[in-house]
T-cell receptor
Framework: DQQVKQNSPSLSVQEGRISILNCDYT??????FLWYKKYPAEGPTFLIS?????DKNEDGRFTVFLNKSAKHLSLHIVPSQPGDSAVYFC??????????FGQGTRLTINP | KAGVTQTPRYLIKTRGQQVTLSCSPI?????VSWYQQTPGQGLQFLFE???????NKGNFPGRFSGRQFSNSRSEMNVSTLELGDSALYLC??????????????FGPGTRLLVL
């Protein structure tokens, strides 16, 4: 039972444009959502998070949007840069429970 | 501060063997979580240890086990290896809680190949 789904295994975006990565979840008890970024041969690194009491959180070029009614989360990167090429994982948790991760989306930024 | 370290980085085993992977958390972190990453499955939670006690467990068979030492270092063991155990095994540490609101810091992982 995949509670967190990233339906796009890969995404290709031109440098300077906006990258939008999507994530859907099924568990209505999730109250905290995170995005992690992973380069090859490295572990995932925390990027940005959002609590369920908010619908938007911004950090520099990165903005996460939460639509609770649709159980949908998205990460916007603008403008996209070559160094943003990586695998992005969304994750969610309910209370103090363990994090549940999506399958990941490989983002490629083309020059 | 040094980051999370995992040893070995790469490992090749054959079916039926067992393997032990090691994780040293960031100094001061007391929670260690283990994840398995396979293509198409994302990161799947194995277990979490805090103060030498398993606090949370994922849906993996009993062949997967772990432990944590008094210095917070953790090991995970997989017995009777199967081909499907080939994966990247990631360890993550956090100050107190491996769940929810506290940021987890990941190590580079151990890539296990079972032949």
């Amino acid at each position: 039972d995949q509670q967190v789904k990233q339906n796009s295994p890969s995404l290709s975006v031109q440098e300077g444009r906006i990258s939008i990565l999507n994530c859907d979840y099924t568990n209505s008890m999730f109250d905290y959502f995170l995005w992690y970024k992973k380069y090859p041969a490295e572990g995932p690194t925390f990027l940005i998070s959002i609590s369920s009491i908010k619908d938007k959180n911004e950090d520099g070029r990165f903005t996460v949007f939460l639509n609770k009614s649709a159980k949908h989360l998205s990460l916007h990167i603008v403008p996209s840069q070559p160094g943003d090429s990586a695998v992005y994982f969304c994750a969610a948790s309910a209370g103090a429970q363990k994090l549940v991760f999506g399958q990941g989306t490989r983002l490629t930024i083309n020059p | 501060k040094a980051g999370v370290t995992q040893t070995p980085r790469y490992l090749i085993k054959t079916r039926g063997q067992q393997v032990t992977l090691s994780c040293s958390p960031i100094s001061g972190h007391r929670s260690v979580s283990w994840y398995q990453q396979t293509p198409g499955q994302g990161l799947q939670f194995l277990f979490e240890y805090f103060s030498e006690t398993q606090r949370n467990k994922g849906n993996f068979p009993g062949r997967f086990s772990g432990r944590q030492f008094s210095n917070s270092r953790s090991e995970m063991n997989v017995s009777t290896l199967e081909l499907g155990d080939s994966a990247l095994y990631l360890c993550a540490s956090s100050l107190v809680s491996g769940g929810s609101k506290e940021t987890q810091y990941f190590g580079p992982g151990t890539r296990l190949l079972v032949l």
